[in-house]
């Protein structure tokens, strides 16, 4: 299981890492571990603005449906269109290629309020 430090977590196992003004989304090792070959992702709020704990889109495997739940307020720019033909870059690269969105945060600092790598770790029992 890789939990990077350069990213910040949520309970709901998102993961989010700011890059200049914006900042980059997508769900944890551990989440695509335990929900199993993704075979598609729905984003359809691409140029709405949200709040932090707002579903994003969803996130289908084989035999269930979960939302993406935004982990900080902002604004979705864009999501990642290589997942459309190659949704499983989530399940082979969840924090490089298998990143989910790009949103411009309302306020980035919103981020020291998430968890670090070892208190996502420590929440997982790992």
């Known amino acids: ?4 430090t350069n990213v910040k977590y949520t309970s709901e196992h998102e993961w989010i890492r700011i890059e200049g003004d914006e900042a980059i989304v997508g769900i944890t090792d551990y989440a695509q ?3 199993g070959d993704i075979v598609f992702i729905d984003i ?37 269109e290589a997942l459309a033909d190659n949704p499983e870059l989530v ?3 969840p924090y490089g290629e298998g990143w989910l ?11 020291e309020g998430l968890l670090d790598a070892e208190a996502y770790q420590a929440g997982l029992g790992e």
Do not use: R, Y
């Open 44 to 80: 359809p709020t691409e140029g709405e603005t949200l709040e932090a704990g707002e579903v994003f889109g969803t996130i289908e495997v084989v035999k269930t449906v979960s939302d993406l739940f935004l982990p900080i307020a902002g604004e979705v720019l864009c999501q990642n």
């Open 101 to 111: 969105i790009k949103i411009k945060p309302n306020n980035v600092a919103d981020i």
């Open 91 to 93: 399940n082979q690269d």
């Open 33 to 35: 571990d335990q929900l």
């Open 1 to 4: 299981m890789n939990f990077p």
